[in-house]
């Protein structure tokens, strides 16, 4: 039955504002998984503990990557986990732990509208966590922070709050705070609600039946933790309204401030309070920048962005997932699209979408909802969908790669296959891939060595093409732009060595040591040098960077 424009522009609204989609980061460990598992029991989404499948790469594992592709098969189902919390609609985008598929992880982040990330109390700011902070701070990306494994020996939370502020560059402001750590962790004082929850070691309770106290000063907190407790947590409670701004969630939502909570998510502690804050204070899904304009979600017509491409493992088909992010209006099953790029008209019969670890065919989806959308080559990272608009959402950029190896075809005969193969598994993002205009020699740049083995596998897996690798001496890829087009084309003859061409045919200049970037970059300031094949997020990030945020 036909909507009426009023009535449909009421229920988009409703839809938009009910939905939280976010994302949970952390260096490997800090309890990312557990949290996850322990969001989706509370929103009911599952009904026991351990039915989330880690897509942790286990360290045993870490060499054998058949293992690695398998459980990032497993992945697939639990890529976004939906789940119906409070009159909330929440999906949470799943991101690889293992290091060596950051990049997955930093595409991913381009599809939230905010994040939390873990912390472990006991390691405090790990190299991950910087690096994925990082990538935030350049979408400005709302972040609150779960300080985890209270119950074991960490750090001072004075301590760990200033390494976050210092290391992380970003504002925080404590909403919960902890009473005793490790052998004296007791609980922790919601300071937003003014309630004290009562630890239990209870690896299946949930915190509803951990005891409240509304009144700090009330005497049965010193009943509770012990008198010597009470005193130190009022004084804490004291010092933190003093030395802390109130919290603003205006300045949470601008990305400037990160609200922090303190729990042990194995102990289910802290959890529950943390997901009834988040569903209240986190965005609903935002605006997004196309080459051409703003998208508001709440526009009638559909668009959407693909941000992860899914590799079917069976290798009876050569079917993908593409994962869509709808940025505005409904998305509708069996309803044509534009793919902007290649100029198509597409149309999906089985969209799927997620809830909890299950994932099923849906009629509609809305702005902040993840689609899977069966695909057979179609797409690439970053293309967009539209109701016929030509534009292309910007904010989803390749980063660049640490690790580069000359691909070498083992088979002349096979030279096409290795050419679709390679295409297509750089499509998906597993790699990028830089040609050197001297002798077409191709070479392929990671973040992480696994890759090397999960290309060569799947190239002679799915494509019959045998290849291997020989290592380059590069540690550092970048775009190369100037206003000055001599200087450039100057700058591509004098350095045409070290001169390669990504797949949209743009310059990359490959630097042998980081050393060496710095002196040509130096000694040829005409030329800029961006870390991401998307400038424009580059210079954002250069100009927060010199904001000091
Ligand atoms: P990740 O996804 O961030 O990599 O971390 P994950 O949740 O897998 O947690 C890493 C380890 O930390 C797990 O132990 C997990 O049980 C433990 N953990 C998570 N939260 C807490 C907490 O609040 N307190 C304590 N003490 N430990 C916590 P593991 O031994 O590696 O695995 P498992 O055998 O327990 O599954």
Known sequence: MARSLTTFAHMLDQEIRKRRTFGIISHPDAGKTTLTEKLLLFGGA???????????????????????EKQRGISVATSVMGFEYQGYKINILDTPGHKDFAEDTYRTLTAVDSVILVIDCVKGVEEQTRKLMEVCRMRNTPVIIFINKLDREGQDPYDLLEEVEKELSIHTRPLSWPIGIGEKFQGVYNLFDKKLL???????????????????NDKQLDEQVGEKAAKQLREDAELIEGVFEPFDEDLYRDGYLAPVFFGSAINNFGVQDLLDTFVRIAPFPRSRVTDTREVKPDEKPFSGFIFKIHAN???NHRDRIAFCRVVSGTFERNKFYQHTRLDKKLRFANPNMFMANEKSVVDEAFPGDVVGLYDTGNFKIGDTLTEGENMQFQGIPSFSPEIFKELINKDPFKAKQMEKGIRQLTDEGVAQLF?????SIKIIGTVGELQFEVIQFRLLQEYGAACSFHPVAYSKACWITSEDKAALDNFIRMKSRFICYDKENRPVFMADTLRNLKSVQDYYPAISFHFTS???TDQALIGQAAYGK
């Open 435 to 439: 040609t050197q205009e001297l002798g």
């Open 534 to 536: 998307e400038f424009k």
């Open 198 to 216: 009562l630890f239990s070691n209870s690896k299946t309770k949930k915190a509803s039946d951990v005891l409240t106290i509304l009144d700090l």
């Open 313 to 315: 493992l069976d290798p």
């Open 46 to 68: 599952i009904q026991t503990a351990g039915a989330v499948k880690s897509n942790k790469i286990t360290k045993a594992a870490t060499s054998d990557f058949m293992e690695i």
